[in-house]
């Protein structure tokens, strides 16, 4: 006799059967989730308190780099882990920079043909200067740089991307060619870098990281994949070296004031401070050689000098083991710069024992990005003047970075006024010394006035891209807070 047909996925001991393991994997996943919430707070409870510090400033101010060095001083380990993760963002900073090179090298030959110059004893125009290898080198580059900068983009963060304006020199002469040349990648903190840049097939989701290196059989597949990034970025790697390092694209550069020492992945290197620059700067299309080779992997100062767009909140947690003052849980928030994210600010005010902000001094003859009406510095100074009134932080300390002094004294160096843009700075020396200390006294001044209480000045001079410098000046900042901490429970 044929038995009936099973329905409702068998029959009600196998209905009940699956019922009850069903409940049991959740009651289990219940179960997890409830000791890692204990584990947290038992965390939590056995570290003599949480030190929490906001960084702020406007975008581009140095806070994802300075966030990047609290990494480096207490969670080594896992920043060297995640270092390979860079090497996409860092190709496409390289990829970006070589783009604007191209088009200040178009332009040039566009609007500087000397058509209309009447002048005989006026210098030759530039185009006259630039050869038929030149222009085959540029177009070359304009296709392969466009295909190699959305296969990163998409590699990056293919789901969380987003774009936002770029800060620009207010002395630009000409407009970019290419209005989404303006537009910078944007992704959500803690999300971009989940994802693998590798040669060759995906790998499964699980293991999409950039913990390891291509291999060769990887290798060996790329090549056969024309919208690989590693291989089309290899492909334009001559043209891009060739270009670079050629005297003749340099004074191009140069007659057109192109500023490509404010690029991603300058180090301008100090004698004994950052506002003693010398005249040796690097950057990644320095490094070309090195960072656009195919078995390149990050080191240190790479991930530290790389730029990427973040939006949202990067919180960080930080174990520090004082021996015998005990343990503490330092907790660093990097909250976003841009105006459609300072709204965020306030709701972490009420809880921070400190504010790290940052102001970028050599961005003085810059816009804003958001609004080119406004100067980025001027901007900083109304920040400030916000965060120094507000009641929230009333008995917060604040350590003010005036970051970026390497390339302020570069930049001033190079014949750049201060007194063009920032009119009351008048008949001042143009020197960076002279500067800071204008720029120091002017935010000092805000805070005397704007504070509710007397608090007091915390300044530096800084280039956050020095880690050596700048985790020296975080060591003492860490120290004077834990002092602090200690004293206010009644340790000290």
């Known amino acids: 006799m044929l038995s009936s047909p099973k329905r409702g996925g068998g029959s009600a001991a196998e209905r009940a059967a699956k019922a009850r393991k069903q409940e049991a994997d959740a009651k289990l996943v ?30 581009e101010s140095g806070k994802s780099t300075v966030l990047k060095n609290f990494q480096l001083m207490y969670a080594r380990d896992a920043f060297v882990r995640d270092r390979d993760n860079w090497r996409g963002v860092i190709l496409l900073n390289v990829v970006r920079c070589m783009q604007r090179v191209v088009e200040a090298l178009i332009q040039a030959d566009e609007h500087d043909s000397g058509d209309e110059q009447a002048d005989e004893d006026a210098p030759p125009p530039l ?19 466009d295909l190699s900068e959305k296969a990163l983009k998409a590699r990056i ?53 950039l913990s390891a290196l291509p291999n060769v059989e990887d290798l060996q597949a790329a090549s056969a994949n024309p919208k690989d990034p590693l291989n089309l ?15 003749v694209v340099k004074e191009i550069l140069a007659k057109r004031k192109v500023r490509w020492q404010e690029w991603p992945g300058l180090y301008v290197r100090c004698s004994t401070s950052p506002i003693h620059a010398s005249d040796h700067i690097t950057s990644f299309l320095n490094d070309l050689d090195r960072v656009t080779a195919q078995n390149y992997r990050p080191i240190d100062d790479d991930v530290v000098r790389a730029r990427l767009k973040t939006m949202g909140v990067s919180d960080y947690s930080f174990v520090i083991d004082q021996g015998p003052r005990g343990t503490y849980m330092w907790r660093v928030l990097d909250v976003g710069g841009s105006r459609t994210q300072r709204h965020q600010w306030m709701q972490y005010f009420e809880d921070a024992s400190a504010v790290i902000f940052l102001a970028p001094l050599s ?18 100074l109304l ?23 390497d390339i302020l004294s570069a ?40 504070s509710p209480k007397k608090r007091p000045f915390y300044c530096y001079l800084t280039s956050v891209i020095d880690t050596k410098a700048t985790n020296a000046i975080l060591d003492n900042v860490g ?14």
């Open 30 to 59: 219940s179960d997890q989730i409830d000791a890692m919430l204990e584990e947290e707070k038992n965390n939590l409870a056995k570290h003599r308190s949480v030190i929490r510090i906001l960084l702020l400033g406007q975008s």
């Open 127 to 145: 185009s006259s200067i630039l050869t038929d290898s030149h222009r085959r080198k540029c177009m070359r580059l304009r296709a392969s740089l």
């Open 157 to 209: 963060s293919p789901s969380l991307t987003s774009h936002l304006p770029r800060s620009r020199p207010s002395t630009a002469e000409q407009p970019l060619v290419d209005p989404e040349a303006e537009t910078e990648l944007a992704v959500q903190a803690h999300t971009w870098n989940t994802l693998r840049l590798e040669s060759g097939p995906k790998a499964p989701s699980s293991s999409r990281r």
């Open 233 to 247: 970025t290899a492909t334009c790697r001559q043209d891009m070296l060739d270009l670079w390092f050629d005297p």
């Open 363 to 380: 961005a003085f003859d810059q816009k804003l990005a958001e609004d080119r009406s406004v100067n980025r510095l001027e901007d900083s």
């Open 383 to 405: 920040l400030w003047k916000s965060v120094c009134a507000s009641k929230l932080l009333a008995n917060v300390d604040f350590i003010l970075f005036l970051n970026k002094v």
């Open 411 to 450: 930049k001033l160096r190079s014949g750049v006024r201060v007194q063009k843009y920032v009119k009351s700075y008048r008949d001042r020396p143009n020197t960076a010394e002279a500067a800071a200390k204008y720029f120091k006294d002017k935010f000092q001044a805000i805070q005397r006035e704007y």
């Open 479 to 492: 120290e004077s807070l834990l002092r602090k901490n200690l004293q206010t429970i009644g340790v000290l």
